[in-house]
């Protein structure tokens, strides 16, 4: 698999569901970022995680991270039909100019 | 609050002319970004620029890119001969220093590039 992978590609929920993205990867990182794209827009950063932090939360998102399994899980809670969008993990390695290594992305519907 | 914006939203050329896509990055950053998104798939990796020069490029931006910051405010992607396959999305980002290394970047809305 390709540096942060995210599974499911797809979700499906209803209004007031949680939903729960998670994404691998393979190298080291010095952190890894969520982002949001809503259709045919920009990326929106949503929060960082670095590589010695385990858990971190922003609103009604929560974040954790596991460097020894190389994985990384976002969990929206409490969804709204306005978090319907796509979310992409992304990670940065130390010692490099700070790109971001994107992955496939999970496309969430929240249904009203 | 600050954005990074770009100019145009969408570019229709025909294949083999040049294009240049713009942006303005946010004023007080100093490391600058181009991605591309291909339609349905995942956005990628172009070019890194810090201090008036490239510090990082990826395979893709091959001799037919070039990146320019040719003032103090604007950050520049020319492609100079299009490909079919060069059609695509077209991110800039930026960030500052400021906070801790490597931390988040900001993106543009994007160009979506059409090449006929």
């Known amino acids: 698999s390709q540096q942060g992978e995210e599974d499911p590609q797809a979700l499906s929920i209803q209004e007031g569901e949680n939903a729960t993205m998670n994404c691998s990867y393979k190298t080291s990182i010095n952190n890894l970022q969520w982002y949001r794209q809503n259709s045919g827009r920009g990326l929106v950063h949503l929060i960082l995680i670095r590589s010695n932090e385990r858990e971190k939360h922003s609103g009604r998102l929560r974040v954790t991270l596991d460097t020894s399994k190389k994985s990384s899980s976002l969990l929206i809670t409490a969804s709204r039909a306005a978090d319907t969008a796509s979310y992409f993990c992304a990670t940065v390695s130390s010692g490099n100019t700070g790109k971001l290594i994107f992955g496939q992305g999970t496309t969430l519907q929240v249904k009203p | 609050e600050p954005e990074v914006t770009q100019t145009p939203s969408h570019q229709v050329t025909q294949m083999g002319q040049e294009v240049i896509l713009r942006c303005v990055p946010i004023s007080n950053h100093l490391y600058f970004y181009w991605y591309r998104q291909i339609l349905g798939q995942k956005v990628e990796f172009l070019v890194s620029?810090?201090?008036?020069?490239?510090?990082?490029k990826s395979e893709i931006f091959d001799d037919q890119f070039s990146v320019e910051r040719p003032d103090g405010s604007n950050f520049t992607l020319k492609i100079r001969s299009t490909k079919l396959e060069d059609s695509a999305m077209y991110f800039c980002?930026?960030?500052?220093?400021?906070?801790?290394?490597?931390?988040?970047?900001?993106f543009g809305p994007g160009t979506r590039l059409t090449v006929l």
């Open positions: 980002a930026s960030r500052s220093t400021s906070g801790g290394a490597y931390n988040e970047q900001f």
């Open positions: 620029f810090y201090n008036n020069e490239i510090s990082e």
